[in-house]
Structures are given as structure tokens and as C-alpha cells.
């Protein structure tokens, strides 16, 4: 199983990722995430995408397209992989088609997981992430057992820069232009499964499987 996991940030693509590899044993690729590990760790990536990312903006195409034809070409994507927050522009969408092709393999489906705007704001602006393992909570929707802790591992939560509104909102507006074209871009290779994704997360998941194995 291949996918693509699209919608604006704060859809819920990483929570329900992290649920789906387990139903599928296959592995998450979120360049998010790789970002961030970068980052963290001070490589020179990190620290070229650094700005972008507290910004709100897009890191350069090229920086991305290598990052993940990388992470494409290790061993434990071969029984399959969840893209999460990639390609997000159409030039990410081109490349990634002609990678696959280049390895003979085909997407299976686009999950667009479609969630109000306002809804999202509110979503974003109060999650706080694990700053070890990058376990997401909400600090009213999905709350850990001890405030400001991690349930999984127990380091501490954070407010990640990027979650803060104004650099929320420019995120949303950043993702009307540059992601949300995809959505037409995988309509016409009859690809996408459009699932609403408010309500409980379960019920999303839900939908989500439903779909992809009907
Ligand atoms: P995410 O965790 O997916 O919301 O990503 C956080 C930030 O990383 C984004 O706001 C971008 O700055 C950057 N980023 C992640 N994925 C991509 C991508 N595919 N293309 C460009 N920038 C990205």
C-alpha cells in the first residue's frame, strides 16, 4: 500500500498516520518530520530550513524533492509508505510521479482529509508536541494523562513555533496556493478518497481504511 495523506496542516494527517502504519505495516514519511529531526540535530539542512519553517513557509522544492527521493530508496519502504505533508506544491507532485515511475511503482490512492477552516486554527494553535518522540496532543481535544508531559515517554511538551496563530494563518494561506491545486492534480488520475475529517479520531480512521479497502 502507497498513499498520499493530503490536507491543510492541522487536518490530522500525522495522528491518523501514525495509526495507519500499524494497520498496514508500512512506514510514515513525513517531511515534517524529517525537518524537524534536522533541525533539532543542527545538520545544515536544518539549519537552511530553519527559517522557512518558523515562518510558516514552504521549504525550496529541491531541498525536498532530494530529501525524499532519499528516504524513497531506503529498504523499509518496500512494503509500502504513507506520504504525510508531501509533495505540496504541484513541481513536489511532478517530481514524485516520475520517481515512482523510475521505480516502477504506483500511488494507490490520495486521502484527502477535508476539515473546516476555523476548525483548523483552533486544531493548531492548541497542539503541543512531544519534544522527543513527537507524539501530538491538544490541550482540549486530546489531552495527556499529566499536563505538559508525554504519555509515551515522558519528556516534555512543546508549543511548536510554528503552531503559533499568526504563523498558523500563514500556513493556511501558504497551503490555499501552493497544496490544495493537488487536490485537482490526483482528481484527474481518479485517485482521490475524500474523507471528512471532523469528529472523533477513530471514526476518522475509520473512514479512512474503509475507504482504501473498499
Ligand atoms: P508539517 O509538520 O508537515 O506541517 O511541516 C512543517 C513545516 O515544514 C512546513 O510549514 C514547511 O515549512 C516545512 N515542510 C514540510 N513538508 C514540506 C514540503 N513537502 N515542502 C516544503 N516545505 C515543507
Redesign the pocket.
Known amino acids: 500500500m502507497r498513499f498520499i495523506l493530503l490536507g491543510a ?1 492541522g487536518a490530522g494527517k ?1 495522528t491518523q498516520a501514525k495509526q495507519l502504519i500499524d494497520r498496514y505495516k508500512i512506514v510514515q514519511i ?4 524529517i ?1 524537524r529531526e534536522n533541525v533539532k540535530a543542527g545538520t545544515p539542512l536544518g539549519v537552511n ?1 530553519r527559517s ?2 518558523e515562518k ?4 525550496p522544492d529541491d531541498v ?1 524533492i532530494s530529501m525524499i527521493e532519499e528516504r524513497l530508496s531506503k529498504p523499509d519502504c518496500s512494503n509500502g509508505f504513507i506520504l ?6 504541484v513541481s ?1 507532485a511532478d517530481a514524485l510521479g516520475s520517481l515512482l515511475k523510475k521505480m516502477g511503482l504506483k500511488l494507490n490512492a490520495c486521502v484527502y482529509v477535508e476539515v473546516p477552516e476555523e476548525d483548523l486554527i483552533k486544531r493548531l494553535s492548541g497542539r503541543r508536541v512531544c519534544n522527543s518522540c513527537g507524539e501530538s496532543y491538544h490541550v482540549f481535544f486530546n489531552k495527556p494523562k499529566n499536563e505538559g508531559v508525554c504519555d509515551k515517554c515522558g519528556a516534555g511538551l512543546i508549543h511548536r513555533k ?1 503552531d503559533h496563530e499568526d504563523t498558523v494563518r500563514n ?1 493556511l494561506k501558504v497551503y490555499h496556493n501552493e497544496t490544495h491545486p493537488l487536490l485537482d492534480y490526483y482528481t484527474k488520475q481518479n485517485i482521490v478518497l475524500k474523507i471528512d475529517g471532523t469528529g472523533d479520531i477513530n471514526d476518522i480512521f475509520k473512514r479512512i481504511t474503509a475507504g482504501l479497502e473498499a
Open positions: 496542516p500525522g513525513s517531511t515534517g518530520d525537518l530550513a522557512f519553517m510558516g513557509l514552504l521549504v525536498i504525510d505533508g508531501f509533495p505540496r506544491t513536489q510554528d500556513r
